[in-house]
């Protein structure tokens, strides 16, 4: 019996590896997860199996952070990290050499790739199970997808958040641009496209220098004396740079092919840098190369070239440099199980990849360039994958090439996007066509355009067709589209349809929704219906729902209820809904009713609620019993609220007892919380108390070191009152602990003192750190100070540092000045790199004056105006 209960264990034991996703670490070979080869290839067994030895490792700073990651993993705790530095500076190999010591734990790896990395990633990630290394190598490919990266991020967030399926460890890396992408938060009123990502990498990134620093320097040289040739090579030409990685991975040999290559391979490694950049590829078809390479010789080149260039070209670009990587890689044959790529033309032949490192080289060097027409005329010829058209007609927008953007926005939507096709049915709609957009809807929709049928309903409910648009919203419901029973139900109740609305409200409870219900609710509240709001309320909390328990009671409560609020509010409360009761110790505490208030204030404090203790720190203090504020306050930090003292502090700063507040603020910081001591400065900082706020301010650096936020503010106050060498030293203190703002100050300082030398020196130091506000803050005091030449050099050094404003602001000072052929050239130069903002504001500008605008209908690809034409769908 125990055999067999073995042999049973065994076979759970088996089945659960088997459906398990990857593969034990130990079974993985570097190559294949993406890690660049050091050295050539070369055949180590009779089976033709080959492989490329690694160099020895030097661990730098950022493999202790990894590391720390590696052990919380191994004492159980999931975390996820993304490395973050340019081409070629060993972040991929730093996650290969961290994740080893979890292969003796039995951990796996899994690297979704098939059928493509956001595909796999989005399919899979629920399946992840504990003890799993999930390998996100080149992770824009799964959070930048245009379609999915949005529920990539959502989808690992649930897992490292999900204590069934603990510990993971999510390990990616990211270019620099990518990840200034995905972090940077979107205009007032623009649209918010990373917002996910943006969330699941805050705190979660870690930055890899380019260059090895002294101690590493000195490592490698120790494991090349010990007999490790690679390094050893290596080191004769690095190690005065320090680009260890690069030249390992042939960095500058690439980079030397292709600044001394011939015309035509020149010409084609800049189509290829121009597709990547763009959103094409990575894999780029041979047809497409040659006939955008065209636009890329230069004419006396064009006239000699040989019937054979092409070829002579691509052999040229395929030799590996050392033994390593080419220039522009043709695809090999793929090994077994490795699934195929991507192409962004299925019938076009031969496929190219161009390498990392001239990848991310023309992204920096080629960034404020439009591609010539040729390339354009290649893609809308030669590329049938629909979101490298869409990616394309998207650049071909930014760079106001209108004409160019609407015919790559039609082939696009011929290959089936989504996305193009929802847009190109929205003009539709807007032009009157109501067929055309509803077969173009009908296209999206089949296409995987979530809410094309939602919109469509829309459209359908505007004409006055509710059967029609019922049905739709429906059908939007049925294929899960968020939202659309809703848009719906909202619509009736509008309309005075509120029979209508409720049916399909309880329709949607009965399936377990019952957002529809709450949702009615509140309008009818809103218009004044209490009774109906509260029958909706009770059925969507008769239907599970606790936090229409809140409602209802907070409904009683408004009406003087307040017995069946309380018994409304406890009853959510034994839902797990203790915030209703913190709700009414508010509004008990506002209508007069302290006793009331302090009832439920306990009641949600026991309930695990700590920042009901606020509420009672703050009434204590108000009928004057510090000694229960303070009691009540520390009982809220002993629970895990750790700003209760802090927000103690503040009350009594705000009601005058400042000696009472420096009290908490000290007892808060010396239990750790400096943030204490520099929330009050801040405050007496605000009220203009700047003597008491330095006093603060140097409390908290005494205390916690080169706090640079209290260095900074401590900067300002000395220079607002005339001590500017005090000023200055703290600014320096600042930026020596990492704040980059208190460069900005000390350059500010510098211009004023008389010393642009040294205020462009600041600047450039901050530039260097890829933080262009210092120039640009150096420009608008210059050309405030009447200083145009200095402020336009600056302007366009911030413009050469990728500041996307430079330009732009540059434009719209020159034609303020009067310079108007100076602001259109700029204005230009601008849509040239993605930037059409200047451009459109000078048409409005012309057109104001009564003026022509030249670029009406668009830029062709050179940058003149494109002639009259006219849009079609077809």
Not at 465 to 471: F, G, P
Not at 627 to 644: F, N, Q, S, T, V
Not at 744 to 763: Q, T, Y
């Amino acid at each position: 019996m125990q055999q067999l209960r073995r042999a049973a264990v065994e076979e759970g034991k088996y089945s659960q590896r088997a459906n398990a996703l990857g593969r034990p670490i130990s079974l993985w070979n570097p190559y294949d997860l993406e890690v660049h080869p050091a050295d050539a290839l070369r055949d180590v067994s009779r089976s033709g199996h080959v492989e490329a030895l690694l160099p020895a490792y030097v661990l730098r700073d950022h493999d202790q952070v990894l590391s720390a990651a590696v052990t919380d993993a191994l004492q159980g705790r999931s975390r996820l990290l993304v490395l973050v530095g340019s081409s070629s500076t060993g972040k991929t190999r730093a996650c290969w050499e961290a994740v080893q010591p979890l292969a003796d734990h039995g951990w796996r790896l899994w690297h979704p790739f098939d059928p493509t990395r956001a595909d796999a990633a989005l399919e899979d990630l629920h399946r992840v199970r504990p003890q799993t290394v999930v390998w996100l190598n080149e992770a824009q490919h799964y959070l930048g997808d245009a379609t999915l990266g949005e529920r990539v991020a959502s989808a690992a967030h649930a897992l490292l958040t999900d204590p069934g399926r603990m510990p993971v460890l999510i390990l990616g890396t990211l270019w620099p641009d990518y990840a200034r992408q995905y972090m940077a938060l979107p205009s007032p009123g623009q649209p918010d496209p990373h917002s996910r990502v943006r969330e699941l990498l805050a705190g979660r990134t870690l930055s890899v220098p380019a260059s090895f620093d002294t101690a590493a320097l000195r490592a490698a040289a120790v494991l090349a004396h010990n007999g490790d040739r690679l390094l050893a090579d290596v080191l004769t030409r690095a190690s005065t740079h320090g680009q260890v990685t690069q030249d390992l991975a042939g960095a500058p040999e690439l980079l030397r092919r292709y600044q001394h290559g011939t015309p035509a391979a020149r010409a084609l490694l800049e189509a290829a840098m121009d597709a990547r950049r763009l959103g094409v590829g990575p894999y780029l078809s041979q047809a497409f190369l040659i006939d955008a390479a065209a636009g890329y010789l230069p004419e006396p080149d064009c006239d000699y070239l040989p019937d054979d260039w092409a070829e002579a070209a691509f052999t040229e670009l395929s030799r590996p440099v050392h033994g390593k990587q080419a220039p522009l890689r043709r695809l090999a044959n793929r090994p077994p199980g490795t699934p195929a790529p991507v192409a962004s033309s299925p019938a076009a032949g031969l496929l190219f990849r161009l390498a990392d490192y001239l990848e991310q080289h023309g992204h920096t060097a080629r960034r404020r360039l439009c591609p010539p027409g040729p390339f354009w005329y290649a893609a809308h010829t030669h590329l049938t994958h629909a979101e490298d058209l869409r990616n394309l007609a998207t650049a071909a927008q930014d760079r106001y090439r209108l004409q160019w953007a609407h015919h790559l926005r039609l082939r696009a939507a011929d290959a089936g996007d989504p996305f193009t096709l929802t847009a190109l049915a929205g003009a539709r709609e807007k032009a009157g066509d109501s067929d055309g957009a509803e077969a173009m809807y009908r296209r999206a929709a089949d296409a995987g355009a979530a809410d094309a049928l939602r919109l469509l309903a829309s459209m359908r409910h505007k004409a006055g067709d509710r059967e029609s648009a019922k049905a739709l919203y429906l059908e939007a419901a049925h294929i899960g589209v968020g939202g659309a029973l809703l848009s719906l139900a909202q619509a009736w109740e509008r309309e005075g349809d509120q029979e209508g609305a409720e049916a399909l409200a309880r329709e949607a409870a009965d399936a377990g929704d019952t957002l529809l219900l709450k949702v009615l609710a509140k309008m009818r509240d809103r218009a004044g219906d209490r009774e109906g709001s509260e029958t909706l309320y009770r059925e969507a909390a008769d239907a599970g729902d606790p936090y229409s328990l809140r409602a209802l009671a907070l409904l009683r409560d408004r009406a003087g209820d307040r017995e069946g609020a309380e018994a409304l509010a406890r009853q959510a409360a034994d839902a797990g809904d203790t915030r209703v009761l913190r709700v009414l110790a508010r509004l008990r505490e506002q209508v007069g009713d302290p006793q009331g208030a302090e009832t439920f204030a306990r009641e949600a404090a026991d309930a695990g609620d700590t920042r009901a203790l606020n509420i009672l720190a703050r009434m204590r203090e108000r009928v004057g019993d510090q000694r229960g504020a303070e009691a009540m306050a520390r009982e809220a930090a002993a629970a895990g609220d750790a700003p209760a003292l802090l927000f103690l502090a503040r009350v009594r700063e705000q009601t005058g007892n400042r000696e009472g507040a420096e009290s908490l603020a000290r007892e808060a910081a010396n239990e750790g919380d400096f943030l204490a001591l520099l929330g009050l400065a801040l405050m007496r900082d605000a009220a203009g108390d700047w003597e008491g706020a330095e006093t603060l301010y140097m409390e908290t650096v005494a205390g916690f070191g080169a706090v640079s936020s209290a260095l900074l503010a401590l900067g300002r106050i000395r220079e607002q009152v005339g001590d500017p060498e005090a000023a200055e030293a703290l600014y320096r203190r600042a930026a020596e602990a990492g704040d980059t703002d208190a460069l900005i100050g000390l350059a500010v300082l510098r211009e004023r003192a008389g010393d642009p030398e040294g205020a462009e020196a600041l600047a450039r130091q901050a530039a260097d750190a890829d933080d262009t506000r210092v120039l640009l803050a150096l420009a608008r005091i210059r050309q405030q100070g009447g200083n145009w030449e200095a402020a336009e050099a600056v302007y366009r050094e911030a413009a050469e540092a990728d500041d996307k404003d430079a330009l732009t602001d540059l434009a719209l000072l020159s034609a303020q000045a009067g310079d108007q052929q100076g602001a259109e050239t700029l204005a230009l130069q601008a849509a040239d790199a993605g930037d059409t903002r200047a451009l459109v504001d000078l048409g409005y500008m012309l057109q104001h004056a009564g003026a022509e605008v030249p670029w009406l209908h668009g830029l062709d690809a050179d940058g003149s105006p494109t002639a009259p034409w006219t849009s079609t769908f077809e």
